[in-house]
C-alpha cells in the first residue's frame, strides 16, 4: 500500500519552460511535505518542503503547492534548467514520527 | 563541516552471507536513520537511531540490524542475505530529538551504500 504516489516515472522538458512534478498522498496523518533531488551515483539532497497549514511555500525558482483536500501536491520549477535533470522524489512525514515516507520518484530531464 | 559520509560504496556478497555497513553522520547531528532504495522505488525506511537507541523501526525483518555509537556514527547489519537485499542503502542524519513538533523531516543523507547479492 503506497502511501505517497509519482504516478509520472518520467517528465521532459525544454529548458526555459515551467517542469511540474505532481504527488499524491493517502495518510491524512502526514503533516510536512517533501521534496528531495537525486543526482546519480549521489545521494538524495533536501529541496522545498511545505507544512500542512500552508497552501504554497516559494523558494527561489521553486515552489510547492499543497492541495490537502484532493490530497495532492506538486513542484513547480520556473524556469527550468538542464542543471535540474535529475530524480525528484516526494517525501511526506508525520512529525510526531520524523521517519520521511518517499513516493518512487520522478525523473525530469530538461534538454537545452 | 562534514557530511554524512558511508562506506564501502559498492559491495558484492553472496546469498546467506552477512554485511556490515557503516555511517558517519554530519558534525553535530545526534539522530541517524537507514533507508533500502531499490531499484526504481522510493527510499523505504528500515531504522531509526536516537542517543544510541532504536527510535523506530520499518517494515523489515529483524535481521537487519543496527548499532548508533557514541560519536553518533552507525552500522546497519543484514544477516541471512537474500537477493531481493539488493540495493542502494541510504543513511541520514539530522540534530535534535526523533520526533516531535520541531521535526520537519529534512534528513541530510550520504551518498549510499551500493549493495548487490549473487
Known amino acids: 500500500d503506497q502511501q505517497v504516489k509519482q504516478n509520472s516515472p518520467s517528465l521532459s522538458v525544454q529548458e526555459g519552460r515551467i517542469s511540474i512534478l505532481n504527488c499524491d498522498y493517502t495518510?491524512?496523518?502526514?503533516?510536512?511535505f517533501l521534496w528531495y533531488k537525486k543526482y546519480p551515483a549521489e545521494g538524495p539532497t533536501f529541496l522545498i518542503s511545505?507544512?500542512?497549514?500552508?497552501d504554497k511555500n516559494e523558494d527561489g525558482r521553486f515552489t510547492v503547492f499543497l492541495n490537502k483536500s484532493a490530497k495532492h501536491l506538486s513542484l513547480h520549477i520556473v524556469p527550468s534548467q538542464p542543471g535540474d535533470s535529475a530524480v525528484y522524489f516526494c517525501?511526506?512525514?508525520?512529525?510526531?514520527?520524523?521517519?520521511?515516507?518517499f513516493g518512487k520518484g520522478t525523473m525530469l530531464l530538461v534538454s537545452p | 563541516e562534514t557530511g554524512v559520509t558511508q562506506s564501502p560504496t559498492h559491495l558484492i556478497k553472496t546469498r546467506g552471507q552477512q554485511v556490515t555497513l557503516r555511517c558517519s553522520s554530519q558534525?553535530?547531528?545526534?539522530?541517524v536513520s537507514w533507508y533500502q532504495q531499490a531499484l526504481g522505488q522510493g527510499p523505504q525506511f528500515i531504522f531509526q537511531?536516537?542517543?544510541?537507541?532504536?527510535?523506530g523501526r520499518g517494515n523489515f525483518p529483524p535481521r537487519f540490524s543496527g548499532l548508533q555509537f557514541p560519536n553518533y556514527s552507525s552500522e546497519l547489519n543484514v544477516n541471512a542475505l537474500e537477493l531481493d537485499d539488493s540495493a542502494l542503502y541510504l543513511c541520514?542524519?539530522?540534530?535534535?530529538?526523533?520526533?516531535?513538533?520541531?521535526?520537519?523531516?529534512?534528513?541530510?543523507f550520504g551518498e549510499g551504500s551500493r549493495l548487490t547479492v549473487l
Open positions: 558534525s553535530g547531528h545526534n539522530t
Open positions: 511545505i507544512s500542512s497549514i500552508k
Open positions: 517525501a511526506a512525514v508525520n512529525s510526531g514520527y520524523s521517519t520521511l515516507t
Open positions: 537511531y536516537y542517543r544510541e537507541e532504536e527510535n
Open positions: 495518510n491524512s496523518m502526514f503533516d510536512y
Open positions: 541520514a542524519s539530522r540534530s535534535g530529538l526523533a520526533g516531535g513538533p520541531a521535526n520537519t523531516g529534512e534528513l541530510f
